[in-house]
């Protein structure tokens, strides 16, 4: 009895992360929840900024400043960097 508790409250506390991890990472300009999790990185080395860019409505958000050296880095799904 006890275990099927635990898993049920795994898994509603799952959904209520991802939820809210959805919520707090939702585009600025449209709104879409899938910002959070699919987003396109653009970067423009003129004024030294990264964005991430909503693939729905293609507003930039600046997310990393190119420093001095002209590198930034970019933390990438798989685990590994991408250094711009």
């Given amino acids: 009895m006890n ?3 635990f ?14 991890f959805a919520l707090l990472g939702n585009c600025e300009h449209c ?9 396109d990185e653009e970067v423009n080395e003129a004024r030294r900024k ?3 860019v909503c693939r729905i409505c ?4 600046a997310v990393e400043a190119i420093n001095d050296v ?10 590994g960097d991408k250094k711009i």
């Fill in 3 to 5: 275990w099927y508790f």
């Fill in 7 to 20: 898993g049920a409250a795994l898994v509603v506390y799952s959904i209520i992360a991802v939820g809210l």
């Fill in 31 to 39: 709104g879409s929840l899938v910002f959070a999790f699919c987003h």
């Fill in 50 to 52: 990264a964005y991430k």
């Fill in 58 to 61: 293609k507003n930039k958000t």
């Fill in 70 to 79: 002209g590198k930034g880095v970019w933390f990438k799904d798989d685990g």
